[in-house]
Protein backbone atom coordinates (compact mmCIF):
# COMPACT_ATOMS: atom_id res chain seq x y z
CA UNK A 1 0.00 0.00 0.00
CA UNK A 2 1.41 3.14 -1.08
CA UNK A 3 0.64 6.46 0.77
CA UNK A 4 -3.01 5.79 1.70
CA UNK A 5 -5.35 8.96 1.84
CA UNK A 6 -5.70 8.76 6.09
CA UNK A 7 -1.68 8.08 6.01
CA UNK A 8 -2.52 5.39 8.54
CA UNK A 9 -0.96 1.87 7.71
CA UNK A 10 -2.33 -1.39 11.01
CA UNK A 11 -2.31 -4.78 10.56
CA UNK A 12 -2.13 -6.18 13.92
CA UNK A 13 -1.61 -10.09 12.11
CA UNK A 14 -5.23 -9.76 10.55
CA UNK A 15 -5.23 -10.11 6.30
CA UNK A 16 -4.30 -6.73 4.51
CA UNK A 17 -5.73 -7.32 1.06
CA UNK A 18 -8.30 -8.51 -0.42
CA UNK A 19 -9.71 -9.88 -4.23
CA UNK A 20 -7.07 -11.90 -6.07
CA UNK A 21 -3.76 -11.09 -3.96
CA UNK A 22 -6.19 -12.83 -1.12
CA UNK A 23 -6.73 -15.80 -2.90
CA UNK A 24 -3.04 -15.95 -3.96
CA UNK A 25 -1.85 -15.02 -0.21
CA UNK A 26 -4.53 -16.91 1.50
CA UNK A 27 -5.55 -16.19 5.29
CA UNK A 28 -4.27 -19.26 7.43
CA UNK A 29 -3.30 -18.95 10.83
CA UNK A 30 -4.23 -14.99 10.26
CA UNK A 31 -6.32 -12.66 12.85
CA UNK A 32 -9.50 -12.51 12.47
CA UNK A 33 -9.62 -8.82 12.45
CA UNK A 34 -11.33 -7.49 15.18
CA UNK A 35 -8.18 -6.64 16.83
CA UNK A 36 -7.06 -4.53 13.26
CA UNK A 37 -10.50 -2.76 13.65
CA UNK A 38 -10.10 -1.34 16.62
CA UNK A 39 -6.30 -0.22 16.55
CA UNK A 40 -7.52 1.43 13.44
CA UNK A 41 -10.51 3.25 15.17
CA UNK A 42 -7.86 4.26 17.72
CA UNK A 43 -5.49 5.35 15.52
CA UNK A 44 -8.43 7.61 13.75
CA UNK A 45 -9.56 8.76 16.96
CA UNK A 46 -6.39 10.07 18.18
CA UNK A 47 -5.22 13.75 18.10
CA UNK A 48 -2.67 14.96 15.23
CA UNK A 49 0.12 15.27 14.76
CA UNK A 50 0.31 11.86 16.14
CA UNK A 51 2.83 11.27 19.43
CA UNK A 52 4.30 8.78 20.76
CA UNK A 53 1.88 8.84 24.61
CA UNK A 54 -0.80 8.51 21.72
CA UNK A 55 0.95 5.21 20.38
CA UNK A 56 0.90 3.87 23.93
CA UNK A 57 -2.86 4.90 24.84
CA UNK A 58 -3.33 2.41 21.52
CA UNK A 59 -1.02 -0.08 22.65
CA UNK A 60 -2.48 -0.26 26.26
CA UNK A 61 -6.41 -0.39 25.21
CA UNK A 62 -8.33 -3.43 26.76
CA UNK A 63 -11.78 -2.62 25.39
CA UNK A 64 -13.51 -5.86 24.56
CA UNK A 65 -15.18 -4.75 21.91
CA UNK A 66 -15.43 -7.69 19.80
CA UNK A 67 -17.31 -9.74 22.79
CA UNK A 68 -19.72 -7.09 22.98
CA UNK A 69 -22.65 -8.64 20.98
CA UNK A 70 -21.73 -11.90 22.94
CA UNK A 71 -22.59 -10.21 26.40
CA UNK A 72 -25.53 -9.42 25.03
CA UNK A 73 -26.39 -12.75 23.52
CA UNK A 74 -25.35 -14.39 26.55
CA UNK A 75 -27.80 -11.41 28.81
CA UNK A 76 -30.38 -13.28 26.46
CA UNK A 77 -29.79 -16.42 27.40
CA UNK A 78 -29.29 -16.00 31.24
CA UNK A 79 -32.72 -14.22 30.95
CA UNK A 80 -34.15 -17.08 29.83
CA UNK A 81 -33.26 -19.50 31.85
CA UNK A 82 -34.11 -16.99 35.09
CA UNK A 83 -37.40 -17.26 33.32
CA UNK A 84 -37.82 -21.53 33.26
CA UNK A 85 -36.81 -21.20 36.81
CA UNK A 86 -33.00 -21.92 36.74
CA UNK A 87 -31.88 -21.16 40.21
CA UNK A 88 -28.26 -20.85 39.02
CA UNK A 89 -29.52 -17.93 36.30
CA UNK A 90 -29.92 -14.81 39.35
CA UNK A 91 -25.91 -15.51 40.39
CA UNK A 92 -24.72 -15.51 36.56
CA UNK A 93 -27.05 -12.37 35.73
CA UNK A 94 -25.08 -10.59 38.77
CA UNK A 95 -21.83 -11.31 37.06
CA UNK A 96 -22.96 -9.82 34.17
CA UNK A 97 -23.86 -6.74 35.86
CA UNK A 98 -20.65 -6.35 36.21
CA UNK A 99 -19.42 -5.88 32.65
CA UNK A 100 -16.92 -2.62 32.38
CA UNK A 101 -16.73 -3.28 28.63
CA UNK A 102 -12.75 -4.15 29.14
CA UNK A 103 -10.65 -6.94 30.17
CA UNK A 104 -10.31 -5.87 33.37
CA UNK A 105 -8.15 -7.85 36.18
CA UNK A 106 -11.59 -7.09 38.66
CA UNK A 107 -14.35 -7.82 35.81
CA UNK A 108 -15.85 -11.20 36.64
CA UNK A 109 -18.40 -10.73 33.83
CA UNK A 110 -15.62 -10.79 30.88
CA UNK A 111 -14.11 -13.55 31.75
CA UNK A 112 -17.52 -15.14 31.81
CA UNK A 113 -18.44 -13.83 28.53
CA UNK A 114 -15.36 -15.16 27.04
CA UNK A 115 -15.60 -18.66 28.09
CA UNK A 116 -19.52 -18.40 26.72
CA UNK A 117 -18.44 -17.25 23.48
CA UNK A 118 -15.65 -19.95 23.37
CA UNK A 119 -18.27 -23.16 24.35
CA UNK A 120 -20.74 -22.23 21.76
CA UNK A 121 -17.85 -21.74 19.16
CA UNK A 122 -16.76 -25.24 19.99
CA UNK A 123 -20.06 -26.75 19.84
CA UNK A 124 -21.02 -25.23 16.82
CA UNK A 125 -18.06 -26.66 15.33
CA UNK A 126 -17.31 -29.52 16.01
CA UNK A 127 -21.27 -30.32 14.96
CA UNK A 128 -20.44 -29.09 11.84
CA UNK A 129 -17.43 -30.74 11.33
CA UNK A 130 -18.31 -34.71 12.93
CA UNK A 131 -18.70 -36.08 9.39
CA UNK A 132 -15.09 -34.96 8.14
CA UNK A 133 -13.78 -36.68 11.39
CA UNK A 134 -15.26 -39.83 10.67
CA UNK A 135 -14.01 -39.87 7.19
CA UNK A 136 -10.34 -38.95 8.16
CA UNK A 137 -8.32 -39.87 10.44
CA UNK A 138 -6.07 -37.36 10.11
CA UNK A 139 -8.52 -33.75 9.88
CA UNK A 140 -7.25 -30.96 11.60
CA UNK A 141 -9.61 -29.80 14.41
CA UNK A 142 -8.10 -26.24 15.13
CA UNK A 143 -11.18 -24.17 15.00
CA UNK A 144 -9.67 -21.21 12.73
CA UNK A 145 -10.34 -17.37 13.40
CA UNK A 146 -12.06 -16.71 10.27
CA UNK A 147 -14.75 -19.10 12.05
CA UNK A 148 -16.28 -16.47 14.08
CA UNK A 149 -18.43 -14.83 10.76
CA UNK A 150 -20.29 -17.88 9.86
CA UNK A 151 -20.57 -18.84 13.45
CA UNK A 152 -22.35 -15.76 14.41
CA UNK A 153 -24.47 -16.18 11.23
CA UNK A 154 -25.36 -19.35 12.57
CA UNK A 155 -26.64 -18.07 15.70
CA UNK A 156 -28.71 -15.60 14.12
CA UNK A 157 -30.31 -17.62 11.13
CA UNK A 158 -30.29 -21.27 13.68
CA UNK A 159 -30.92 -23.34 10.85
CA UNK A 160 -32.42 -26.23 12.08
CA UNK A 161 -31.12 -28.76 9.15
CA UNK A 162 -28.03 -28.33 10.98
CA UNK A 163 -28.46 -28.33 14.41
CA UNK A 164 -26.67 -31.87 15.95
CA UNK A 165 -29.39 -34.62 17.37
CA UNK A 166 -28.14 -34.46 20.65
CA UNK A 167 -29.57 -30.62 20.95
CA UNK A 168 -33.25 -29.87 20.63
CA UNK A 169 -33.39 -26.59 19.63
CA UNK A 170 -30.58 -24.08 18.99
CA UNK A 171 -31.86 -22.39 22.64
CA UNK A 172 -30.53 -25.55 24.31
CA UNK A 173 -27.12 -25.80 22.63
CA UNK A 174 -26.44 -21.94 24.12
CA UNK A 175 -28.43 -23.25 27.22
CA UNK A 176 -25.27 -25.80 28.12
CA UNK A 177 -22.55 -23.42 26.83
CA UNK A 178 -24.10 -20.78 29.36
CA UNK A 179 -24.14 -23.26 32.29
CA UNK A 180 -20.45 -24.94 30.88
CA UNK A 181 -19.35 -20.91 31.09
CA UNK A 182 -20.27 -20.38 34.77
CA UNK A 183 -18.31 -23.58 36.33
CA UNK A 184 -15.82 -22.64 38.60
CA UNK A 185 -12.33 -22.74 36.52
CA UNK A 186 -9.46 -25.18 38.84
CA UNK A 187 -7.60 -21.00 39.71
CA UNK A 188 -10.89 -20.40 41.28
CA UNK A 189 -11.51 -23.30 42.38
CA UNK A 190 -8.25 -23.79 44.13
CA UNK A 191 -8.80 -20.25 46.01
CA UNK A 192 -12.86 -21.51 46.95
CA UNK A 193 -13.61 -18.34 44.64
CA UNK A 194 -17.39 -18.61 43.97
CA UNK A 195 -18.39 -16.65 40.04
CA UNK A 196 -18.88 -13.08 41.46
CA UNK A 197 -15.40 -13.44 42.90
CA UNK A 198 -13.25 -14.91 39.94
CA UNK A 199 -12.35 -12.43 38.18
CA UNK A 200 -10.62 -12.22 35.09
CA UNK A 201 -7.43 -11.39 36.83
CA UNK A 202 -7.10 -14.04 38.95
CA UNK A 203 -7.16 -16.56 35.38
CA UNK A 204 -4.95 -14.54 33.48
CA UNK A 205 -2.48 -14.17 35.84
CA UNK A 206 1.02 -13.57 33.82
CA UNK A 207 4.02 -15.44 34.76
CA UNK A 208 7.00 -14.49 32.87
CA UNK A 209 9.72 -18.02 33.48
CA UNK A 210 13.17 -18.24 32.68
CA UNK A 211 13.50 -21.39 30.40
CA UNK A 212 15.90 -22.82 32.79
CA UNK A 213 14.29 -22.50 36.24
CA UNK A 214 12.25 -25.15 36.24
CA UNK A 215 15.55 -27.51 36.12
CA UNK A 216 16.63 -25.46 39.72
CA UNK A 217 14.93 -26.67 43.02
CA UNK A 218 12.20 -25.45 44.38
CA UNK A 219 11.69 -21.92 45.49
CA UNK A 220 15.11 -21.15 43.70
CA UNK A 221 13.24 -20.30 40.25
CA UNK A 222 12.21 -17.21 41.73
CA UNK A 223 15.78 -15.69 41.18
CA UNK A 224 15.48 -16.46 37.62
CA UNK A 225 11.44 -15.32 36.90
CA UNK A 226 9.89 -12.36 36.71
CA UNK A 227 7.74 -11.11 39.71
CA UNK A 228 3.62 -12.33 39.01
CA UNK A 229 1.46 -10.17 37.71
CA UNK A 230 -2.31 -9.70 36.84
CA UNK A 231 -2.40 -6.87 34.06
CA UNK A 232 -5.65 -6.11 31.82
CA UNK A 233 -5.83 -7.42 28.68
CA UNK A 234 -6.39 -10.84 26.74
CA UNK A 235 -5.01 -13.36 24.43
CA UNK A 236 -7.01 -12.06 21.29
CA UNK A 237 -9.52 -9.63 19.79
CA UNK A 238 -8.31 -6.38 21.74
CA UNK A 239 -5.44 -4.45 21.02
CA UNK A 240 -3.67 -4.94 24.65
CA UNK A 241 -2.70 -8.40 24.05
CA UNK A 242 -1.73 -10.06 27.59
CA UNK A 243 -2.16 -13.74 28.27
CA UNK A 244 -0.59 -15.94 31.41
CA UNK A 245 2.46 -17.00 29.07
CA UNK A 246 1.91 -14.65 26.04
CA UNK A 247 2.49 -10.76 25.18
CA UNK A 248 3.76 -7.95 23.95
CA UNK A 249 7.47 -8.68 23.59
CA UNK A 250 7.79 -4.76 23.57
CA UNK A 251 6.24 -1.63 22.97
CA UNK A 252 7.61 1.50 21.56
CA UNK A 253 7.03 4.60 19.83
CA UNK A 254 9.52 7.52 18.46
CA UNK A 255 8.92 10.20 16.20
CA UNK A 256 12.45 10.84 14.21
CA UNK A 257 14.02 13.90 15.66
CA UNK A 258 12.17 13.97 19.10
CA UNK A 259 13.58 10.92 20.46
CA UNK A 260 13.65 12.57 23.68
CA UNK A 261 10.19 11.95 24.31
CA UNK A 262 9.66 8.52 22.87
CA UNK A 263 9.55 5.44 24.82
CA UNK A 264 9.99 2.07 25.08
CA UNK A 265 8.47 -1.06 27.24
CA UNK A 266 10.20 -4.90 27.52
CA UNK A 267 8.90 -6.93 29.95
CA UNK A 268 12.09 -7.62 31.53
CA UNK A 269 16.03 -5.90 31.71
CA UNK A 270 18.73 -5.76 28.81
CA UNK A 271 20.90 -7.79 31.36
CA UNK A 272 21.08 -11.52 31.49
CA UNK A 273 22.80 -11.75 35.08
CA UNK A 274 20.06 -12.41 37.37
CA UNK A 275 21.82 -10.60 40.23
CA UNK A 276 22.24 -7.52 38.28
CA UNK A 277 20.05 -4.49 39.49
CA UNK A 278 19.13 -4.47 35.89
CA UNK A 279 18.00 -7.77 35.40
CA UNK A 280 14.11 -7.48 35.73
CA UNK A 281 14.52 -3.23 34.72
CA UNK A 282 11.61 -2.29 33.38
CA UNK A 283 9.57 -5.26 34.32
CA UNK A 284 6.68 -3.09 36.33
CA UNK A 285 6.71 -0.36 33.75
CA UNK A 286 6.12 -2.86 30.95
CA UNK A 287 3.20 -4.60 33.49
CA UNK A 288 1.61 -0.85 34.40
CA UNK A 289 1.76 0.37 31.04
CA UNK A 290 3.88 2.57 32.57
CA UNK A 291 5.94 4.96 30.23
CA UNK A 292 9.77 4.76 30.39
CA UNK A 293 11.94 6.78 28.35
CA UNK A 294 13.54 5.45 24.90
CA UNK A 295 16.72 7.35 25.05
CA UNK A 296 19.32 5.91 27.88
CA UNK A 297 20.02 8.15 31.10
CA UNK A 298 23.15 8.86 32.74
CA UNK A 299 25.64 6.09 32.53
CA UNK A 300 26.33 4.22 35.57
CA UNK A 301 28.66 1.60 34.69
CA UNK A 302 31.21 0.86 31.94
CA UNK A 303 31.89 -2.41 30.06
CA UNK A 304 35.38 -2.42 28.57
CA UNK A 305 36.10 -5.23 26.30
CA UNK A 306 40.02 -6.32 26.07
CA UNK A 307 42.33 -8.29 23.24
Known amino acids: MLDPPEGLLWSANARVVGGDAARLIGDDGMDRGSRATQIHADLRAAPRPLAPLASLQIQLDDRAAFLERWRALLGQVIERAQAQGD ?7 EVLARWSGHAATDDPAYRLTLVFRQEVEARVFYMLVAPARLEARDFDFEIPPSFEGPLWRLIE ?12 SWDTLLTEASAAAARIPRQC ?14 VN ?10 ALP ?4 AFLDMPTVQP ?8 RIQGPN ?7 SVSPGDEKNGY ?24 QGRPTPLLPGPAAHELVLMP
Open 232 to 239: PGAHDDMP
Open 264 to 287: FHMPGGESGHPLSPFYRAGFDAWA
Open 189 to 202: AAERLDLLSCTWGR
Open 246 to 252: FGASERF
Open 218 to 221: WGLH
Open 157 to 168: ARPAHMLANAYA
Open 87 to 93: PSAARAR
Open 205 to 214: VVRVVHPLSG
